[in-house]
């Protein structure tokens, strides 16, 4: 790990001046940042550490049912916030489903959105890497990639988005509050992150020296609450990123779809909302047949970027079936494991 | 740079002058407090060796700055024993044949206590398994750790409700 040279704010202002000195990278949790530190792909000169910063710890609702979820607040205070929970299933599950209980209880909310890319090239100093040292080549491109993207990348990056939260807040219309030297700002969420095109280097549309504040979620965003879920297919049963996940929110009246939302996550370099497949939905019946032409729609677009063909056709079985899991309707209690499609029935072990 | 801390270890309050930042709280507990019973496995925060209490929430102490974790309690493996009488943690892995190596162990340990206070499991061992998935136990003592975890759950209820009594 490089030196660096730590300072511990007090006000939001103090953070933000701070960054403006080059080299400087805020620090929350750290679980990803001092991962990244230690192997040499992260070298920051200066950490500002914004974990003392005060009021961005607070989950704060409005009498519209919209909801603050301040920057600070951890994952597992948000994921078992009960309130929260109900309003926003979906968004609980992702939480869930993602990392370990431990890094749970130590990650916050705008460390999540900042997450790096998991692709082994852009963690090995050793490698080309066009997102870690602009103007390398890309290592992925003729490497092992069957885990990389289908959707969005170009010839200079083909890393996915790692986050399970942030597929949801795509879907949901989150909006994502910053300050930065400039003042402060909302940032819509679907247009937070970035995809690679020829400056993969570029992940969030911050500009330098802004930091998140918080996400707030629209009231309208609770009406799925009955219909919601995230599906996420790994390779192992827990503790694992996504090989492809979705999620799906349905508001059904009288037996027709009347709103609905899509997201996926894994198969880009960002979350990836996909309106045009919500709007074919709207008015019908929330049958298979709507659900897979919904999934047709979704990848109309996508090709491989190397060994990952079957990304496709996974993108699709588990967009169907996150969307008919949203129309069973949304688990009275959290499943034992989210997000999860192998989850055996509660109670049973699985190691007889 | 030194940068004084202070933190409240095993119940004991240190002020601590740090010189260099990049100083982990798993380095410092080991290198430094010389408490070696926290474990240093992947360094990464894939393993869960390293898992300690931080105001009483279990964390990979390998990805936390120390001087970032200023004011804060911090419970160790050490931490857990009241003298000759071991937690009911510790006696339910030894009961329950919990290890095999023993190198996981502490932060199994530590893991469970958390995962007990949390109280999201009930008794069910699929939930056991699933919040326990952020330590990897490589002799594959799962068996043993998964029914430690709801044994020792069962005696801390049965503790609480004599104590409520």
Known sequence: ??????????????????????????????????????????????????????GLDAI????????RVGAMVRNADLAYDLRFAENF?????????????????????????????????????????NRRAPGSGC?????????????????????????????????????????????????????????????????????????ILGVRFPAEAARFKAHSRYLKLRERTSYAFAVVSAAAALDLQEGSIRHARLAVGAVAAKPWRIRE?????????????????????ALAGASPSGDNAFKIELARRIIVRALALAAEGTPRAMPALPGSPFSSASGVSHVA | MTLSISLTINGQPKTIALDDPRVTLLDLLRERLYLT????????????????????????????????????????????????DLHPVQAAFIECDGFQCGYCTPGQIMSAVGLISEGHAGD??????????????????????????????????????????
Request: with cysteine; hydrophobic share 40%; charged share 25%.
């Open chain 2, 124 to 165: 069910d061992p699929e939930r056991v398994r699933e919040l326990m998935s952020g330590n990897l136990c490589r002799c594959g003592a799962y068996q043993g750790i998964t029914e430690a975890v709801l044994e020792a759950q069962r005696t801390l209820k049965e503790q609480k409700e004599r104590d409520a009594a």
């Open chain 2, 37 to 84: 019973g926290t474990k240093k496995g992947c360094d990464r925060g894939q393993c869960g060796a390293c898992t300690v209490l931080v105001d009483g929430r279990r964390m990979n102490s390998c990805l936390s700055l120390a001087v970032s974790l200023n004011g804060t309690e911090v419970t160790t493996i050490e931490g857990l024993a009241e003298g000759d």
């Open chain 1, 89 to 129: 299933p979906a968004v609980a599950e992702a939480l869930l489903s993602g990392a370990s209980a431990q890094l749970r209880n130590a990650a916050t909310v705008g460390g999540n959105l900042m997450q790096r890319t998991r692709c082994a090239y852009f963690q090995d100093t050793a490698s080309a890497c």
């Open chain 1, 139 to 211: 290592d992925a491109l003729e490497g092992d990639n069957r885990l990389h993207a289908v959707i969005g990348w170009s010839e200079h990056c083909i890393a996915t988005h790692p986050s399970d939260f942030c597929v949801p807040l795509a879907a949901l219309d989150a909006v994502v509050e910053v300050e930065g030297p400039q003042g402060r700002r909302d940032i819509p969420f679907e247009s937070f992150h970035r995809l690679p095109g020829d400056t993969p280097e570029i992940e969030t549309n911050l500009a330098p020296g802004e930091l």
């Open chain 1, 277 to 297: 497949a919500e709007e074919g939905l709207i008015g019908g019946e929330p049958t298979t047949e709507a659900f897979a032409k919904a999934a047709e729609i």
């Open chain 1, 1 to 54: 790990m490089n030196r660096f040279d730590y300072i511990c704010p007090t006000t939001v202002a103090e953070a933000v001046a701070g960054a403006a000195e080059t080299g400087s990278a805020y620090l929350a949790a750290g679980t990803n940042l001092v991962d990244l530190m230690k192997i040499g792909v992260a070298r920051p000169q200066r950490l500002i550490d914004v974990t003392k910063l005060p």
């Open chain 1, 60 to 67: 704060e609702w409005s009498p519209d049912g919209s909801v």
